[in-house]
């Protein structure tokens, strides 16, 4: 199969994932019947199976009936596009039947039922639960009532998008396999990261991935926002732990060339200040990126992101995108117990 050929949901760049798809260990086997709240859920074998299992899966190895007859329901109580769609064409793929709530209005807690009754509708329709709400401790506050099925963040408020932060090092290592390593010298990545990660949930987990699982591959981080505390105490208390160097600035032109990756998230979440911020923090082809640089973004995408970086080789984001579906086929596959499931060939 040549790189041409390998199957990919989204635009125009495909990194090659066949490197990665190596042997799965037997910890994948440990995370059935798991339930993923935050990106530190797994340990650093697991979310490396992660990736071996979907290196597999995007270089055309397929696992068409491995979930027939699982029932996957996804339970979105916050407006959705990517997430919802790529978590079902990633159950569909697999043969899972898939239920859906596209939003809360079309549910009974709109008209005031309880969360524990919500967890006891769950436990009683679906097999696996995928489920994103607005606030912050939902995800506690439904397990805490005695739901028992496995759930699957999609995102709860602020705090964490732990599928998100998984495609996001996932393209990554794909785009650069030696981070799988411990890398040294000039192999270890500058990251510029692009918002405030205690109020942007994609930002979060993808920092609080990083640090806990790639502490050897990144050099320093520098967090570019106007918000004067853009880090909350968990992040900043896991890059001290881990030795990892950060900075906060207000400035972005001028650290952009230092930058081997720039992590851009909609600056629409900053609501009236998105377009006093928009030109300040905008990327596209005019910005003095570092040749070789990569750009990324969990897409929406408003002004923040030039669509005339899309046909240039800084485009990371069309692959997050595109690799998401199948990291998040691997995760159904690990929660299922189905490592069995998956062929040998490349």
């Known amino acids: 199969m040549t790189l041409a050929e390998l199957p990919t949901a989204v635009g125009r760049r495909v990194t090659d994932p066949r490197p990665l ?21 797994m340990t650093t074998r697991e979310l490396f199976d992660l990736f071996s299992v979907a290196a597999r899966l995007q270089s055309g190895v397929t696992a068409t009936d491995a979930l027939h007859g699982t029932i996957v329901l996804t339970a979105f109580f916050e407006p959705s596009t990517r997430t919802r769609l790529s978590f079902e064409s990633a159950a569909h793929r697999l043969g899972a039947s898939v239920i859906s709530i596209p939003d809360a ?6 008209k005031g039922e309880s969360l ?29 009532h005695g739901m028992t099925t496995p759930l699957i963040n999609g995102g709860n408020g602020r705090r964490e998008h732990p599928t998100q932060a998984i ?5 990554l290592v794909k785009w650069r396999p030696q981070l799988a390593e411990r890398c040294t010298g000039g192999d270890r990545l500058s990251l510029g990261i692009l918002g405030a990660p205690r109020r942007m949930r994609s930002l979060r987990s993808f920092l609080l991935m990083g640090a806990r699982h790639f502490c050897t ?13 853009p880090l909350d105490d968990e992040v900043a208390a896991l890059l001290d732990q881990q030795r990892i160097e950060y900075r906060c600035t207000t400035e972005f032109a001028a650290n952009a060339p230092e930058f081997d990756v720039i992590y851009q998230n909609s600056l629409g979440l900053e609501g009236h200040k998105y377009r006093e911020l928009e030109p300040k923090y905008r990327v596209d082809s005019s ?15 408003h002004d923040e992101l ?13 692959d997050q995108a595109a690799g998401a579906v199948f990291v998040r086929q691997a995760l159904l596959l690990a929660i299922s117990g189905r490592r069995d499931a998956l062929g040998n060939e490349i």
């Open 21 to 41: 798809a190596k042997d799965v260990s037997a910890e994948f086997d440990q995370m059935s019947g798991r339930t993923v709240v935050s990106a530190l859920d």
């Open 105 to 110: 209005e079309h549910t009974s807690v709109d």
């Open 116 to 144: 524990a009754d919500t967890g006891i509708m769950f436990d009683a329709y679906a097999d696996i639960v995928v489920l994103r709400h607005f606030a912050d401790s939902v995800i506690e506050d439904i397990r805490a």
């Open 167 to 171: 495609a996001d090092w996932y393209a």
């Open 217 to 229: 591959s990144v050099r320093d981080i520098t967090i570019i926002s106007d918000d004067p505390q």
């Open 287 to 301: 910005t003095a990126l570092k040749p070789g640089a990569v750009v990324m973004h969990p897409l929406a995408r």
């Open 306 to 318: 030039g669509t005339d970086l899309d046909d240039t080789p800084h485009n990371l984001y069309f």
